[in-house]
């Protein structure tokens, strides 16, 4: 072993080539995932870079009137518990940066997840091979913690910046009664739409109670957590993407290295080289979970929003086209969790909803989230009556 070989033995495969091999050390150093880069990144996205005012207490009490008013219509309309903790539940203003610094913790696991599912093993090809591509396959390997750390910051980045609480996206958050609501993007979505401020607020309380009550179910929460880091964890390097991405570039130029560098920072390339057929076994059943939890959102919310909020048609429907018609980054980042939240998924659980309450009225909706067994199949979410014909069997021995 030389001076220069790191600790265990191991024979560096950049040794002799300065930039490479010292590029190597430092990623070597790194955990899982370069959170702390992750967290840097997703600041600067989420604030421009730019400091916040603090909120201002007076949005903070109408909020939290807003919010009571929410929690009892949501607790009434459901007949679920809306506390996770035995505590009572409060919804919060935050700024972007706080909800940045609530958010990565939650997402967490799923990019860890990533990162090992992405660690590809070495190839043990160095520059002695001859092999540019198994080489940049190597340092691939050893970027990943800082490649995802940079997708997350980037992802939870650009969520702070557009979503109006934590269940934008419907995926558990670790468990608490404080839901948060970043007013800035409320108040620049309604300013944009022409909304009533109060009447947008309420809707968002309602949205956040709606979903926080099923998430926070436990079966719910672990059939969701379950698809949603298996899905995370089926990404699979592939050998031979990358070698048709790098095997052409000549990276002792200029317009080699700025090549590679703009595959870096696409993080569509990467996702589409490691997609595998392990999660699109697993797409049906989290599209069909994530459908009707949407769908039955949705219904209580038109339940509850129409005799509730005098605006609430208008609203319903800009904030419908909201959901349905996100930038490129959101869709990355939909893409990314095994989430997409199309028109046609929504239309879907919204389909299954109305058929169980036209063949089974209230009560059968009501039977959705007893437990796990009722938890409706893909085949079940597009024919309602199949799932009534099932929970209605007798519980197997």
Known sequence: MSESDPPGGEPDPFQ????????????????????????????????????????????????????????LQVAQATGLSLSTTGRAVTVVPVTRTQWVQASLPAFRPRFESLA??????????????GDPAAMLGNLMGMMTPMLVGMA????????????????????????????????????????DWSLPDDDLRLWVCLHELTH?????????????????NRYAAG???????????????????????AGLQSMFNDPEAILGAVQSPTQRALLPRLDALVAVIIGYADHIMDSIGEGLISSYGML????????????????????????????????????????????????????????ERELPTPAEVDAPGLWLARIDLPDPE
């Open 16 to 71: 002799g080539i300065p930039f490479l091999g010292d590029l190597a050390k430092i990623l070597r150093q790194q955990g899982a995932v370069s959170w702390d880069a992750a967290g840097q990144l997703a600041f600067q996205v989420a604030t421009g870079g730019e400091s916040e005012p603090n909120v201002d207490p007076l949005e903070r009490i109408r909020l939290e009137e807003l919010g009571r008013v929410a929690e």
């Open 116 to 129: 090992d599912s992405l660690a590809a093993p070495d190839t043990g090809s160095g520059p002695e091979s």
């Open 152 to 191: 997350a910051g980037s992802m939870v980045g650009h969520l702070a910046s557009t979503s109006f609480g934590q269940y934008d996206l419907p995926i558990p958050r670790p468990p608490t009664d404080e839901l948060i609501v970043v007013g800035r993007n409320v108040d620049e979505f309604a300013a």
């Open 212 to 228: 926080h009550a099923v998430l926070g179910l436990p079966h719910v929460r672990a059939r969701l957590d379950d698809l949603l």
């Open 235 to 257: 990404f699979e390097a592939d050998p031979n993407a990358l070698e048709e991405r790098f095997g052409q570039l000549d990276i002792s130029d200029a317009e080699g290295m």
């Open 316 to 371: 319903a429907e800009a904030l419908r086209r909201r959901r349905v018609t996100t930038d490129e980054s959101s869709r990355f980042v939909e893409r990314l969790l095994g989430l997409e939240l199309t028109q046609e998924q929504c239309d879907r659980g919204e389909a299954f909803v109305a058929g169980v309450v036209e063949r089974a009225g209230k009560r059968g909706l009501e039977r959705l989230w007893r437990s």
